[in-house]
């Protein structure tokens, strides 16, 4: 995958170094003045401004983090109880490459901190739209995971309410969205995002906009066979949502070459699809031996028993409707231009529900891109 991306980025360079040669057949340029010509076309010039060059290559910073809130009510050894797994993996820290021609380009960044794992993203903008494709895949070996279970006595909170996974938890997501916007006249939002594009005076819009989400959730494993104990047998979460929204964007110029920008939007998940696996263990049947509870016992000695010996067994699956709920996505970048070059950073929120009978929660997903980019 890593090989392919860079001979496509290679690709793209040599390609727009041709283009500035004018090497290309006359088709071709035919098609890329077309191009041009349609990246400003009907657009406040006093307002925004195409760029002369129309390659860009970018080397970006990648830090994300992401979080996992759900809430169970059950029965154990014949006692309700509650519980409120807070699940958080550390921020992890990526770097890669975007390159794209005029309001379109692909990009690859790869982890060098934290959890194991890589982002590929896909992104279109044009003068009333922007389309965009994030693929995000990782594995973290110590996730924080809060169990804040009311089984848990308050005086032991402190050393048993905060564990680690022994086991990597795999989170697998994929995010398209879609915005048009209603002041494409004189508000980009290539400006802030791509690139592309150069607002010369501050202007918002409103904007609708469009979301699909699948998301993977992994824990199954025999070693956190405890933890899909406490959950009811759940292991692995799968989730596909559609989403539509309406918000507001705004690009804030206070100096010339300085963007700033802001975008909320409120989304209506009207579909809201889980696919739930559920899992056996021989958490009770382990609770039954005396060291299980044996005072004596050390907690090196307790932690090698019992992940020595706990298990689960696959025992199926589910798949139904979680029913509408509300999300939530918002952004912030600022981007400052300079001659052919320009640095920037913009961030990212999304917040994802779900609903199992009595299981529900959320994963919340953010991370902050800085970049460094040059036009050719």
């Given at each position: 995958m890593q090989k392919k991306l860079i001979w496509i980025l290679a690709a793209l360079f040599f390609c727009g170094q041709a283009m500035a040669q004018n090497d290309l057949p006359s088709l071709v340029k035919k098609a890329k003045n077309l191009i041009d010509s349609m990246s400003v076309k009907g657009v406040d010039r006093c307002y925004i401004d195409a760029p002369e060059k129309p390659w860009r290559i970018i080397v970006r910073g990648n830090v994300n983090q992401s979080i996992l809130n759900?809430?169970?009510?059950?029965?154990?050894?014949?006692?309700?109880?509650s519980a409120k797994p807070h699940l958080k993996t550390e921020p992890s820290r990526y770097i890669g490459v975007w390159a794209g021609y005029r309001g379109c380009g692909l990009g690859y960044t790869k982890n060098v901190g934290g959890d194991k794992g890589s982002y590929f993203t896909v992104s279109a903008t044009g003068k009333f739209y922007s389309a965009n494709l994030r693929i995000h895949s990782f594995e973290n070996n110590s996730p924080h995971f809060d169990l804040n279970s009311d089984l848990i006595p308050e005086e032991d909170k402190d050393k048993w309410g905060?564990?680690?996974?022994t086991n990597p938890i795999k989170v697998h997501a994929v995010i398209a969205d879609a915005f048009y916007l209603f002041n494409g006249k004189r508000f980009s939002y290539a400006a802030a995002y791509s690139q592309s594009k150069i607002q010369k005076r501050s202007a918002g819009s409103l904007m609708a906009g469009a979301m699909y989400y699948q998301g993977s959730i992994d824990y199954a494993s025999h070693s956190n066979g405890d933890l899909i104990y406490a959950m009811q047998g759940l292991g692995k979460v799968k989730l596909w949502q559609g989403s539509?929204?309406?918000?507001?964007?705004?690009?804030?110029?206070?100096?010339?070459g300085l963007l700033v920008n802001a975008t909320a939007m409120p989304m209506l998940t009207l579909v809201n699809r889980i696919k739930a696996y559920g899992y056996a263990t021989n958490v009770e049947q382990l609770m039954e031996d005396p060291i299980f509870w044996d005072p004596n016992t050390s907690d090196e000695e307790w932690d090698e028993w019992f992940y020595n010996n706990v298990h689960i067994t696959p025992m199926g699956d589910r798949t139904f409707n979680s029913g509408m709920t509300l999300n939530f996505d918002a952004r912030l970048s600022v981007t400052y231009n300079f001659g052919r070059y320009f640095v920037g950073a913009y961030g990212?929120?999304?917040?994802m529900r779900y609903r199992h009978n009595s299981s529900h929660g959320y994963l919340n997903d953010w991370f902050i891109n800085t970049?460094?980019?040059v036009r050719l």
């Amino acid at each position: 995958m890593q090989k392919k991306l860079i001979w496509i980025l290679a690709a793209l360079f040599f390609c727009g170094q041709a283009m500035a040669q004018n090497d290309l057949p006359s088709l071709v340029k035919k098609a890329k003045n077309l191009i041009d010509s349609m990246s400003v076309k009907g657009v406040d010039r006093c307002y925004i401004d195409a760029p002369e060059k129309p390659w860009r290559i970018i080397v970006r910073g990648n830090v994300n983090q992401s979080i996992l809130n759900m809430r169970t009510v059950g029965t154990m050894s014949g006692v309700d109880y509650s519980a409120k797994p807070h699940l958080k993996t550390e921020p992890s820290r990526y770097i890669g490459v975007w390159a794209g021609y005029r309001g379109c380009g692909l990009g690859y960044t790869k982890n060098v901190g934290g959890d194991k794992g890589s982002y590929f993203t896909v992104s279109a903008t044009g003068k009333f739209y922007s389309a965009n494709l994030r693929i995000h895949s990782f594995e973290n070996n110590s996730p924080h995971f809060d169990l804040n279970s009311d089984l848990i006595p308050e005086e032991d909170k402190d050393k048993w309410g905060k564990v680690h996974l022994t086991n990597p938890i795999k989170v697998h997501a994929v995010i398209a969205d879609a915005f048009y916007l209603f002041n494409g006249k004189r508000f980009s939002y290539a400006a802030a995002y791509s690139q592309s594009k150069i607002q010369k005076r501050s202007a918002g819009s409103l904007m609708a906009g469009a979301m699909y989400y699948q998301g993977s959730i992994d824990y199954a494993s025999h070693s956190n066979g405890d933890l899909i104990y406490a959950m009811q047998g759940l292991g692995k979460v799968k989730l596909w949502q559609g989403s539509v929204g309406l918000g507001y964007a705004y690009n804030w110029v206070p100096t010339r070459g300085l963007l700033v920008n802001a975008t909320a939007m409120p989304m209506l998940t009207l579909v809201n699809r889980i696919k739930a696996y559920g899992y056996a263990t021989n958490v009770e049947q382990l609770m039954e031996d005396p060291i299980f509870w044996d005072p004596n016992t050390s907690d090196e000695e307790w932690d090698e028993w019992f992940y020595n010996n706990v298990h689960i067994t696959p025992m199926g699956d589910r798949t139904f409707n979680s029913g509408m709920t509300l999300n939530f996505d918002a952004r912030l970048s600022v981007t400052y231009n300079f001659g052919r070059y320009f640095v920037g950073a913009y961030g990212q929120f999304n917040n994802m529900r779900y609903r199992h009978n009595s299981s529900h929660g959320y994963l919340n997903d953010w991370f902050i891109n800085t970049s460094v980019g040059v036009r050719l």
